[in-house]
């Protein structure tokens, strides 16, 4: 899964960003300031030079057609710009900024170089919040993407939801369904099966996202590692490691104990690496596979188990856009309300911590919570975000939003812009 959009937005000068140490700021510095955050509104309407107004490392790391890029993003999502609605020097060289859309806030800071011309070296938006927005006009915009959507806005286990759109559909959902294999080990730890702490030796490899794929096969690694991994990075090796550990046969039944509502389009319960193996087989076998049975299918998959394919060969399968996103793990956003809800009557605290690892929202929207965890998927033509959410009065909340196109990649940043406006009006924001 790629980086999401605020991630991004974060990341525009993350490699050499650097908030300025606090210090006070004489008038020059602070007029200075202020000229470059009219700079920046500047360079974001094209009425002024990109690299006049920012220093070349900043040019280099974010070229200026991925800078405009991402300001017609927040043009779609949240109106026409403004301008800045707020600019505070915080040091003698930087400042935070607020910059108002017609619908939305987006704040952030920016840092100068401490020489002549005094170009921005820094410029980050962490925090962008829509206004004045509501539930009508959100579930317009979601509908009115090509494909299939869906979403749920809703506290968990029943109640009224909040937003409701084909949430009983199965969608493809990439590599959200590592949620099931979380559920499945921690109910197994539950029961006195396993321990987080247990060690085993890493005997799978699949290809990434991740990191464990570089690992030496046989390297000790605990669950709790594998767990994390899987969750906040999305490590496809660690997530084979663990349905390998527990056993396909144990997952399936998770999946089940859940409450999914069409389990078969989910068995066999694919590995990763079966995944990018089906795809990256051919059509012809890749409908094989869609028209038999579990049966049938598993004495495929056993067949493809005896491959040993390169991951350019894996990247190159995926090239052309969209591949049988019918061939994946698939589930209702109903239905991965129904796992949160399975997941959180554990009481665990060691798996709710992991599904914290990383929030996937900014310090700002995170903090309107108690608690944020979050698992996402994509691959070309599928996307789905999923948030567990608990407010200040201790009500579990989840906010799941699929979208699939068999026809063209959908884009993640796009949508992660609409799922930010879904937790906003969640948090009653």
Not at 93 to 114: C, H
Not at 349 to 355: E, R
């Given at each position: 899964m790629k980086r999401p959009f605020l991630a991004s937005l974060a990341a525009l000068a993350a490699s050499f960003y650097a908030p300025a140490p606090a210090q006070a700021q004489n008038a020059e510095e602070s007029a200075r300031l202020e000229e470059r955050g009219d700079d920046i509104i500047a360079a974001m309407r094209g009425d002024a030079s990109y690299d006049s107004v920012f220093a070349d490392a900043f040019v280099n790391a974010v070229p200026q057609d991925r800078f405009l890029a991402i300001k017609q993003q927040l043009e779609t999502q949240f109106g026409p710009l403004v301008g800045i609605e707020m600019l505070d020097p915080v040091s003698a060289n930087g400042a935070t900024i607020a910059i108002r859309f017609e619908r939305g806030l987006a704040n952030g800071s920016f840092n100068l170089e401490t020489a002549e011309p005094y170009e921005i070296n820094g410029f980050v938006l962490n925090d962008v919040r829509p206004i004045g927005d509501n539930t009508g006009q959100l579930l317009s915009a979601i509908q009115a993407l090509p494909g299939e959507t869906a979403v749920l806005v809703a506290p968990l286990g029943g109640g009224e939801p909040m937003m409701s759109h084909n949430a009983d559909q199965q969608f493809a959902i990439g590599s959200t369904f590592k949620l099931y294999v979380l559920s499945a080990l921690a109910h197994s730890i539950a029961q006195g099966e396993r321990n987080w702490s247990d060690v085993v030796r890493l005997s799978q490899r699949s290809y990434p996202s991740g990191q464990l794929q570089n690992w030496p096969e046989g390297a000790p690694v605990t669950l709790h590692t594998l767990a994390t991994l899987m969750i906040s990075n999305s490590d496809n090796t660690a997530t084979d490691q663990l349905i390998t550990e527990l056993g396909r046969d144990a997952v399936e039944a998770e999946v089940i104990a859940a409450g999914h509502s069409a389990p078969e389009g989910m068995f066999p319960f694919l590995t990763t690496r079966e995944l990018f193996l089906l795809k990256s087989d051919g059509i012809e076998n890749l409908g094989k596979y869609a028209a038999a049975g579990t049966a049938e299918r598993l004495a495929l998959l056993q067949e493809l188990a005896q491959l040993d394919r390169g991951s350019e060969d894996i990247q190159a399968a995926f090239a052309g856009g969209p591949v049988a996103i019918d061939v994946e793990w698939l589930a209702s956003?109903?239905?991965?309300?129904?796992?949160?809800?399975?997941?959180?009557?554990?009481?665990?605290?060691?798996?709710?911590?992991?599904?914290?690892?990383?929030?996937?929202?900014?310090?700002?929207?995170?903090?309107?919570?108690?608690?944020?965890?979050?698992?996402?998927?994509?691959?070309?033509?599928?996307?789905?975000?999923?948030?567990?959410?608990?407010?200040?009065?201790?009500?579990?909340?989840?906010?799941?939003?699929?979208?699939?196109?068999?026809?063209?990649?959908v884009d993640q940043s796009a949508f992660e812009l609409l799922a930010m406006r879904a937790i906003a009006l969640a948090a009653g924001n």
């Amino acid at each position: 899964m790629k980086r999401p959009f605020l991630a991004s937005l974060a990341a525009l000068a993350a490699s050499f960003y650097a908030p300025a140490p606090a210090q006070a700021q004489n008038a020059e510095e602070s007029a200075r300031l202020e000229e470059r955050g009219d700079d920046i509104i500047a360079a974001m309407r094209g009425d002024a030079s990109y690299d006049s107004v920012f220093a070349d490392a900043f040019v280099n790391a974010v070229p200026q057609d991925r800078f405009l890029a991402i300001k017609q993003q927040l043009e779609t999502q949240f109106g026409p710009l403004v301008g800045i609605e707020m600019l505070d020097p915080v040091s003698a060289n930087g400042a935070t900024i607020a910059i108002r859309f017609e619908r939305g806030l987006a704040n952030g800071s920016f840092n100068l170089e401490t020489a002549e011309p005094y170009e921005i070296n820094g410029f980050v938006l962490n925090d962008v919040r829509p206004i004045g927005d509501n539930t009508g006009q959100l579930l317009s915009a979601i509908q009115a993407l090509p494909g299939e959507t869906a979403v749920l806005v809703a506290p968990l286990g029943g109640g009224e939801p909040m937003m409701s759109h084909n949430a009983d559909q199965q969608f493809a959902i990439g590599s959200t369904f590592k949620l099931y294999v979380l559920s499945a080990l921690a109910h197994s730890i539950a029961q006195g099966e396993r321990n987080w702490s247990d060690v085993v030796r890493l005997s799978q490899r699949s290809y990434p996202s991740g990191q464990l794929q570089n690992w030496p096969e046989g390297a000790p690694v605990t669950l709790h590692t594998l767990a994390t991994l899987m969750i906040s990075n999305s490590d496809n090796t660690a997530t084979d490691q663990l349905i390998t550990e527990l056993g396909r046969d144990a997952v399936e039944a998770e999946v089940i104990a859940a409450g999914h509502s069409a389990p078969e389009g989910m068995f066999p319960f694919l590995t990763t690496r079966e995944l990018f193996l089906l795809k990256s087989d051919g059509i012809e076998n890749l409908g094989k596979y869609a028209a038999a049975g579990t049966a049938e299918r598993l004495a495929l998959l056993q067949e493809l188990a005896q491959l040993d394919r390169g991951s350019e060969d894996i990247q190159a399968a995926f090239a052309g856009g969209p591949v049988a996103i019918d061939v994946e793990w698939l589930a209702s956003v109903s239905d991965i309300a129904s796992l949160f809800s399975r997941i959180t009557q554990l009481e665990d605290q060691t798996a709710l911590d992991i599904l914290a690892v990383n929030p996937s929202m900014s310090g700002a929207m995170r903090d309107s919570w108690d608690y944020v965890g979050y698992k996402g998927g994509s691959e070309p033509g599928v996307l789905n975000l999923s948030w567990l959410l608990r407010d200040a009065a201790g009500t579990w909340q989840v906010v799941s939003m699929s979208w699939n196109d068999s026809e063209a990649p959908v884009d993640q940043s796009a949508f992660e812009l609409l799922a930010m406006r879904a937790i906003a009006l969640a948090a009653g924001n």
